[in-house]
Nanobody
Framework: QVQFVESGGGLVQPGGSLRLSCAASGTIFIIYTMGWYRQAPGKQRELVASITSGGRINYADSVKGRFTISRDNAKSTVYLQMNSLKPEDTAVYYC?????????WGQGTQVTVSS
């Protein structure tokens, strides 16, 4: 049973930072592209960043230069370092494969950027 468990969200002021973690289980983590996604209220879920098994990285234009995705294959964990956070980054953040599978969405972790 594949499972992704996200953590690290919270309430932060504009300009602040958070580091999200996603622990994967039940999968051969090392061979898959992993992605961080987010869904804001009233909006569709969108891809924020992805990282291939070989370390190739892509970011959504809205987060380039502020967010950094990384992975630790030994721990089957993918991270998202978020700096210079803006109110528009407020959303529930999820991880999944780079080609996401609907049945594998976890609970997500809430990120709220507000003063």
């Amino acid at each position: 049973q594949v499972q992704f468990v996200e953590s690290g969200g919270g309430l932060v002021q504009p300009g602040g930072s958070l580091r999200l973690s996603c622990a994967a289980s039940g999968t051969i983590f090392i061979i898959y592209t992993m992605g961080w996604y987010r869904q804001a209220p009233g909006k569709q879920r969108e891809l924020v960043a992805s990282i291939t098994s070989g370390g190739r990285i892509n970011y959504a234009d809205s987060v380039k230069g502020r967010f950094t995705i990384s992975r630790d294959n030994a721990k089957s964990t993918v991270y998202l370092q978020m700096n210079s956070l803006k109110p528009e980054d407020t959303a529930v953040y999820y991880c999944n494969y780079g080609a996401p599978i609907n049945g594998y969405w976890g609970q997500g972790t809430q990120v709220t950027v507000s003063s």
